[in-house]
């Protein structure tokens, strides 16, 4: 017999193998291979490519930041869903620009052709059909992977994106049953392979509420959401201005009702029914998309809940009917379903369910998403402890970047929390964990009013491009574009207004009644009640810019001052981090570090003393006693 990992493959061998074609799979398979990686895509069942299994959109608070962050390292998921998007909106416009956030509900059958094809027209990426049962390794560091039917295919390096398949497990009242979602293979054998390998698992769950007819819908009895005209959608890769958008007359609407009392009534009465309160599920789920019992177990005071009913696609009357995640009984699940404004006489199409599922705990990776123990092993996605398709897009092209990386024998690419929401999101997962299925939200970000969506290609094309990502065509248009945006502020510093008629014409209503003085137009434009529009009658010399440089150059002067204080305090930050750690340190010997200090250290590793100040458990006290002894170190 051959020794594990050294056995011949009958395909030859590749640089990249990627286990899972979900959104984390898709954007590590593209980015590897547009690399210049030989790769290969397993997926289950290859019409669920870039598969929506839950709710069809892309976008919203935070993951709208990921989307476009993932769109300008070079990534897919912005171009797919601006193409096959049914209705787009604006969301928190009364807010701060740091919490703006698009959000488009798709059509998820549109979505999944599209991405396939993406990845079947890419050169060095082969997509097949296939069921990955086994990670093999040779020595520590990985060397392929084995599928059902015994078959060994080597790699240099393999990123698992397995989502909720891993050990999956279907919950539906009373009864449960292994499966991956929508009724597709579980990945049980692939658990127990990991734990051979002396990885920790846990156990998570999600859900997912039931879809109903559009026919048998009263929306006389809903409030209609209509979507918006925008002139960009998430990916910066098209015209400067927008392409072809759908607008608003041509979108299809969601609408939004209301649980009931007797909604709530049918619920409590049903309760002991409910596997996540009778003890059938184990696995924890997400706190902030609870299910509809969980919701009603907990806040018992509230009356009502809000429930929106969202369009799965141009071609079906399948409705999502989001709000209303459930695990109940199917009977129960109608009898609530009618209780509901505007449900009363619904059709389910599909039940709703919960599905429990293995994943990794996270602090088993390094910031680069490869594996600790497992040299050329990388994970992205819901098996790090993630939930939502964008948080596993956003680790998917990192993983495949540094896969792609690895192969080449490069540095590793890592996003700090200052360049990035995917920096963010990484480093809280192989920094803190996680005990629940992990979501992105724009708290976490403590950059957050330079880590805006309108800026994502600001702050990343350039690294796309010097990875071989963003194509030179785009990086010429994003020079143009950034380069237009420095000029444009750099004229508007210069050009001064003077005291007069038309200057207090334009500024009347303004909180300073009168221009008492000469100033330039950016000082002006740093009034909260103008804008760049407002103040065009000044502006005898304005040029003609695409809007997105526009936007860009008035929330830049607009914010400047906030701006600045945060870039202060980005630079107090990587001098945290440029203090790097040494990874043979044995924290154990460092006399004068707590014991839950030495503990945590142990377990992390982290780069830096940025990194090891973010770990629960590390006091003020234990961070200066690791300062001491790099220090020592440093002078020897």
Not at 12 to 22: C, F, L, N, T
Not at 53 to 66: D, R
Not at 90 to 98: D, H
Not at 207 to 236: A, C, W, Y
């Amino acid at each position: 017999m051959p020794v594990r990992g050294e056995e011949s493959s009958v395909y030859g061998r590749y640089d990249v193998i990627v286990v899972g074609a979900g959104h984390a799979g898709c954007e590590a398979g593209l980015a590897a291979a547009r690399m210049g990686c030989r790769t290969l895509v397993l997926t289950i069942n290859l019409d669920n490519v870039g598969w929506m299994p839950c709710n069809p959109a892309i976008g919203g608070p935070a993951k709208s930041h990921l989307v476009r962050e993932v769109d300008a390292l070079g990534g897919e998921m912005g171009k797919n869903i601006d193409k096959t998007y049914v209705q787009i909106r604006m969301l928190n416009t009364r807010k701060g620009p740091a919490v703006h956030s698009l959000r488009a509900q798709a059509d998820r059958v549109a979505y999944h052709v599209a991405m396939k094809e993406a990845l079947e027209k890419t050169s060095n990426l082969e997509l097949k059909q296939a069921i990955v049962t086994e990670v093999v390794s040779s020595g520590d560091r990985v060397a392929g992977v084995r599928l059902k039917t015994g078959t060994f295919i080597a790699a240099s390096t393999v990123v698992l994106t397995t989502g909720t398949y891993l050990g999956g497990r279907i919950h539906i009242g009373e009864v449960n049953y292994e499966s991956g979602p929508h009724g597709q293979h579980a990945a049980s054998e692939l658990s127990e392979s990991l734990r051979a390998l002396g990885f920790t698992l846990m156990r998570f769950k999600t859900g997912t509420p039931p879809r109903v007819d559009r026919r048998s819908l009263d929306f006389g009895k809903m409030e209609i959401q209509p979507g918006h005209n925008v002139f960009t959608g998430f990916s910066f890769r098209e015209a400067p201005d927008r392409r072809d958008f759908v607008g608003v007359e041509e979108q299809i609407p969601c609408w939004l009702t209301y649980t009931s009392p007797a909604t709530h009534e049918v619920i409590a009465r049903n309760m002991f029914r409910a596997p996540v309160f009778s003890g059938a599920i184990t696995g924890v789920g997400p706190r902030y998309c609870p299910s509809i019992e969980t919701k009603v177990a907990e806040f018992p005071d509230k009356p009502r809940h809000q429930i929106f009913i969202e369009p799965e696609g141009w071609h079906t009357y399948e409705m999502y009917v989001s709000g209303l995640s459930t695990s109940l009984p199917e009977d129960v699940q109608i009898e609530l379903l009618h209780t509901i404004p505007g449900l009363e006489h619904a059709v389910v199409m599909r039940l709703g369910y919960a599905i429990e599922y293995d994943c990794l705990d996270p602090a088993q990776l390094t910031p680069s998403l490869e594996t600790k123990a497992m040299e050329g092993l990388f994970t992205a996605g819901q098996i790090n402890g993630s939930s939502g398709y964008e948080e596993a897009a956003a680790q998917g092209i990192i993983a495949g970047i540094n896969a792609a990386l690895r192969v080449e024998g490069r540095e590793p690419f890592i996003l700090d929390r200052s360049d990035a929401y995917i920096g963010v999101l990484i480093d809280d997962l192989v920094t803190k964990g996680t005990h629940e299925p992990y979501r992105m939200l724009t708290t976490r970000a403590e950059y957050r009013l330079l880590l805006r969506q309108d800026n994502a290609d600001l702050r990343l094309t350039e690294k796309g491009h010097a990875l071989g990502l963003v194509d030179d065509e785009h990086y010429r248009k994003f020079v143009e574009k950034r380069d237009a945006i420095l000029r444009e502020e750099e004229r508007l510093r210069k050009t001064v207004v003077n005291p007069g008629e038309d200057a207090q014409e334009v500024l009347a209503g303004a909180d300073s009644a009168s221009l008492q003085r000469p100033a330039s137009l950016a000082e002006l434009l740093k009034r909260p009640e103008l804008t760049y529009r407002k103040l065009a009658p000044l502006d005898p010399e304005r040029p003609h810019l695409p809007a997105a440089v526009v936007e860009e150059v008035e929330l830049q002067l607009k914010y400047e001052g906030y701006i600045s204080r945060q870039s202060e305090q980005v630079e107090r930050f990587k001098k945290m981090e440029g203090r790097k750690i040494p990874p043979e340190i044995d924290y154990k010997a460092i006399t004068g570090l707590s014991t839950e200090a030495r503990e945590k250290l142990s377990k992390i590793h982290p780069y830096s003393l940025g990194q090891a100040s973010r770990i629960s458990g590390v006091s003020p006290a234990d961070l200066s006693v690791l300062a001491v002894c790099l220090e020592q170190r440093r002078r020897g």
